[in-house]
C-alpha cells in the first residue's frame, strides 16, 4: 500500500519510475527538497518521496530514481544583470576616461591600482567585474531596510555600480522612499539619474530604463 501511494504522488509531481526485481533489490524510501515553480517568478520548495533502488548483493551498484519537476527553471537574475552591466560597460583593454571624467579600465574599473596599469586583458576584466559586482551587491542588502526580490536586488545592484553607493543612499532613503516601504518610489526617481559631466547622456537614460525594466521583473536584456 505504501509504495502505491508514494508512486502515485511521484507520478503527479513528474517523477520518473520502474520496477526491479524483488529478489534483487529493495527499496529504501527517503524524503528530499524539491523547488517547484508555482508563479512566473516564485519558487515554493516542497519536501516529495525519492526512490532508491538499493542492491541487495554487494556486487550491484545502487540505482537512484531521480525526480523531474515540471514547471518553469528559475530565472537566473544574477546573470541577466552581470549581462547587463556588460553590456552598459563595454570592455575597454586600455585605461580610458568615460563621460564623467573618471580613469577606467576593463568593465568599469575604476579603482586607482587597476587602471593605473595601463592595460587589462578580458579575463582579468570580468573576474574584477564579478568581484565588484559581488561586493555592491553585499553592500545594497545592507543598505535596504526593506525585502526584496531578487530582481529588485539585482536592478539596485547595477544602479549602485554604476552611480555610487552615495547615490543609492540618496535613492532608498527619506520620507516616502524605498526605505520607507514606497517601493514605487524607485520608478519615480531611478529615471532622474541620467546626468554625467553636467549632461543627459543617452546612455544612462537607456541604462535607467532596463534597470527599471529589471526591477519590475522584465527578463529583457539591454541590445
Known sequence: MRATIIASILGVLGFTTYS??????????????????VKEYIIVTYKVPLIIEVPRYH????????PRVRGKAPVDWDRIMMEGVKYFEGYKSKKYYCCAGVATIGYGCTKPAIVNKGSLSKSNALRILSNEITNVR???RQAVTVDLTDNQLNALTSFAFNCGMTNLNNLISGPS?????NYKSIEKLLP????????VREGLEKRRAWELSLWRGETNLPH
Open 192 to 199: 532622474k539619474y541620467r546626468m554625467a559631466g553636467g549632461k
Open 138 to 140: 553585499a553592500r545594497v
Open 20 to 37: 526491479m526485481p524483488r529478489s534483487t533489490h529493495e527499496v529504501i524510501f527517503e524524503r528530499i527538497e524539491v523547488p517547484v515553480v
Open 59 to 66: 556486487s550491484e551498484e545502487p540505482i537512484i530514481v531521480r
Open 177 to 181: 522612499r524605498l526605505n520607507s516601504g
